[in-house]
């Protein structure tokens, strides 16, 4: 047998004649004449030395080899179609964009450690990141399309998939003089502080208020500010005391004095996609990069948090 001779289009009409029973159903399945079926079938019969159907009135049938040698045809197909696969795979991730959406303190603190280490796997896909205050926004951009990837710390609906990466625990933050008369922070020797606190329609202040209705407490913000950074400037200047998500507050002032909350608190950060989208190969493998960074623990270790 000369292997060379032996040409894709003749597998393909062997596997049609086998699936269809006969040459003519075969060749409409192909988008060939009948005669083109019946040549290819016979060239090989011919290359291979042995009869692989027998003809009559009731259409073609595969004969002993060639029931053997049409699942060798079907698994070179196959084959042949994973090559398919993986060359496209290949040019999708030779350029495009990836566009991610984020609340500020992962944004910060989190995705430029996982957008160098991807482009150096993938340099040619760029990357767009948008920064939200809200999660919200994260979501509807999700909807609308304007992002593939997004970053939340608020639970989402079943329209999302999700994959859950670290916990960021809530903190009291207290001005560098302070001096507690108790160990651990209580909630009362808290409240002594004037409180700096997010505006009350911020996402971080209703998990906050939600957690103190549900600890009996209540806080009456003497300072409401919108920068995490201007809440840790001003506690550090002795101003008064916050509650924030660690994350949130980084890089924290050597001088600032931090206290777990008397009822611990903690934020889960997800990363989530639209579940129906017809994502491109290079928000995979950004996804993927982003698995690998939090499973061999650069960045959650690098930050403190908890896997």
Same mark, same amino acid.
């Given at each position: 047998?000369?292997?060379?001779?032996?040409?894709?289009?003749?597998?393909?009409?062997?596997?049609? @004649?086998?699936?269809?029973?006969?040459?003519?159903?075969?060749?409409?399945?192909?988008?060939?004449?009948?005669?083109?079926?019946?040549?290819?079938?016979?060239?090989?019969?011919?290359?291979?030395?042995? @009869?692989?159907?027998?003809?009559?009135?009731?259409?073609?049938?595969?004969?002993?080899?060639?029931?053997?040698?049409?699942?060798?045809?079907?698994?070179?197909?196959?084959?042949?179609?994973?090559?398919?696969?993986?060359?496209?795979?290949?040019?999708?991730?030779?350029?495009?964009?990836?566009?991610?959406?984020?609340?500020?303190?992962?944004?910060?603190?989190?995705?430029?450690?996982?957008?160098?280490?991807?482009?150096?796997?993938?340099?040619?896909?760029?990357?767009?990141?948008?920064?939200?205050?809200?999660?919200?926004?994260?979501?509807?951009?999700?909807?609308?399309?304007?992002?593939?990837?997004?970053?939340?710390?608020? /639970?989402?609906?079943?329209?999302?998939?999700?994959?859950?990466?670290?916990?960021?625990?809530?903190?009291?933050?207290?001005?560098?003089?302070?001096?507690?008369?108790?160990? /651990?922070?209580?909630?009362?020797?808290?409240?002594?502080? /004037?409180?700096?606190?997010?505006?009350?329609?911020?996402?971080?202040?209703?998990?906050?208020?939600?957690?103190?209705?549900?600890?009996?407490?209540?806080?009456?913000?003497?300072?409401?500010?919108?920068?995490?950074?201007?809440?840790?400037?001003?506690?550090?200047?002795?101003?008064?005391?916050?509650?924030?998500?660690?994350?949130?507050?980084?890089?924290?002032?050597?001088?600032?004095?931090?206290?777990?909350?008397?009822?611990?608190?903690?934020?889960?950060?997800?990363?989530?996609?639209?579940?129906?989208?017809?994502? /491109?190969?290079?928000?995979?493998?950004?996804?993927?990069?982003?698995?690998?960074?939090?499973?061999?623990?650069?960045?959650?270790?690098?930050?403190?948090?908890?896997?």
């Amino acid at each position: 047998m000369n292997q060379d001779s032996i040409k894709l289009t003749q597998l393909r009409a062997m596997v049609a @004649v086998a699936e269809s029973g006969n040459f003519s159903s075969a060749g409409l399945q192909l988008g060939v004449s009948q005669s083109a079926v019946s040549h290819a079938i016979a060239t090989l019969e011919a290359e291979l030395g042995v @009869v692989l159907f027998s003809r009559g009135r009731h259409g073609a049938h595969l004969t002993p080899v060639g029931e053997r040698m049409v699942q060798h045809a079907r698994q070179m197909l196959d084959l042949l179609e994973v090559m398919d696969k993986e060359a496209s795979l290949a040019k999708g991730l030779e350029g495009g964009q990836v566009r991610v959406t984020s609340i500020r303190s992962v944004g910060t603190h989190v995705l430029p450690e996982v957008i160098a280490q991807f482009r150096d796997r993938y340099p040619a896909i760029s990357v767009a990141l948008t920064e939200y205050r809200g999660d919200d926004g994260i979501e509807q951009a999700l909807r609308e399309g304007r992002a593939d990837i997004g970053f939340t710390c608020l /639970p989402t609906g079943s329209e999302f998939e999700t994959i859950e990466l670290f916990q960021d625990e809530y903190i009291a933050l207290l001005p560098p003089d302070a001096q507690l008369k108790h160990a /651990p922070l209580t909630w009362e020797e808290l409240a002594t502080y /004037p409180m700096i606190m997010p505006a009350a329609t911020d996402y971080c202040s209703l998990i906050i208020q939600n957690h103190l209705t549900q600890s009996n407490q209540s806080i009456n913000p003497a300072y409401t500010i919108t920068e995490d950074s201007t809440i840790v400037g001003m506690v550090m200047r002795g101003l008064g005391a916050t509650i924030i998500a660690r994350l949130a507050a980084e890089p924290l002032p050597a001088d600032v004095q931090v206290h777990g909350l008397p009822v611990p608190l903690v934020r889960t950060i997800r990363v989530l996609t639209l579940r129906d989208a017809l994502h /491109p190969p290079s928000v995979y493998a950004f996804l993927d990069t982003l698995k690998r960074s939090f499973s061999c623990g650069t960045v959650a270790e690098g930050l403190g948090m908890k896997v």
